[in-house]
């Protein structure tokens, strides 16, 4: 009889770890689609200013039509991608670069530099860069031990069990890891050379 009582004592016990390891993961789980939600809201706030970072440099520049076009583009490309987060990254890598070459042709004129809508732009664009930066590291580390407890012994007899798989980082390429370059410029603010 005690043999017995140690026997299902041990199936309980075995059972509760095995429920507690699934909540686990599905808290987790669910942990990350929050933080790529974040993620996904940054993005699209970003997606929002560009037509009017780029509606306010054609006013300048009106003659870099292939700027605008590429960042349009990119833009609408970048928007489109709906897939895992390493299909997210490659849609926003040329979308990057555009942006950092639309401000490349901002620098070339100094009226547009020195206006108020641009610059209040390129500050809300920078804030977004970070916001989007600090919402890319915190899923990534959610991920990171996500995919910890799906690869780690005994845990990941449970994520086979149940079906839990490594979720994909969101990563930038290399080219293009760093936030367009916002130069906020004081004395060309106010008109000063």
Same mark, same amino acid.
Do not use: C
């Given at each position: 009889?005690?043999?017995?009582?140690?026997?299902?004592?041990?199936?309980?016990?075995?059972?509760?770890?095995?429920?507690?390891?699934?909540?686990?993961?599905?808290? =987790? +789980?669910?942990? #990350?689609?929050?933080?790529?939600?974040?993620?996904?809201? =940054? @993005?699209?706030?970003?997606?929002?200013?560009? /037509?009017?970072?780029?509606a306010t440099v054609k006013g300048y520049a009106a003659h870099e039509r292939e700027?605008?076009?590429?960042?349009?583009?990119?833009?609408? *490309?970048?928007?489109?991608?709906?897939? /895992?987060?390493?299909?997210?990254?490659?849609?926003?890598? !040329?979308?990057?670069?555009? @942006?950092?070459?639309?401000?490349?042709? $901002?620098?070339?004129? !100094?009226?547009?530099?020195?206006?108020?809508?641009? @610059?209040?732009?390129?500050?809300?664009? $920078?804030?977004? =860069?970070? +916001?989007?930066?600090?919402?890319?590291?915190?899923?990534?580390?959610?991920?990171?031990?996500?995919?910890?407890?799906?690869? &780690?012994? /005994? &845990?990941? #007899? #449970?994520?086979?069990?149940?079906?839990?798989? *490594?979720?994909?980082?969101?990563?930038?390429? =290399?080219?293009?890891? $760093?936030? /367009?370059?916002?130069?906020?410029?004081?004395?060309?603010?106010?008109?000063? !050379?």
């Amino acid at each position: 009889m005690t043999a017995l009582y140690a026997a299902l004592a041990v199936v309980g016990v075995l059972l509760i770890a095995i429920a507690l390891s699934f909540n686990r993961f599905v808290q =987790e +789980r669910n942990l #990350i689609r929050d933080s790529w939600a974040n993620i996904d809201t =940054e @993005l699209r706030r970003r997606y929002d200013l560009i /037509p009017n970072l780029v509606a306010t440099v054609k006013g300048y520049a009106a003659h870099e039509r292939e700027v605008f076009e590429k960042v349009t583009e990119t833009r609408t *490309a970048a928007m489109a991608a709906t897939g /895992p987060a390493d299909e997210q990254a490659r849609a926003e890598t !040329p979308l990057v670069g555009a @942006l950092r070459g639309l401000l490349a042709v $901002a620098e070339n004129y !100094p009226t547009l530099k020195a206006s108020e809508n641009f @610059l209040a732009l390129q500050k809300e664009l $920078a804030t977004t =860069e970070d +916001r989007l930066q600090a919402a890319r590291r915190f899923y990534n580390g959610n991920v990171r031990d996500y995919n910890r407890r799906v690869q &780690s012994v /005994p &845990s990941n #007899i #449970i994520a086979n069990l149940f079906n839990f798989h *490594a979720e994909k980082f969101f990563e930038v390429e =290399e080219a293009v890891r $760093a936030a /367009p370059e916002v130069e906020m410029d004081a004395g060309s603010a106010q008109g000063q !050379p």
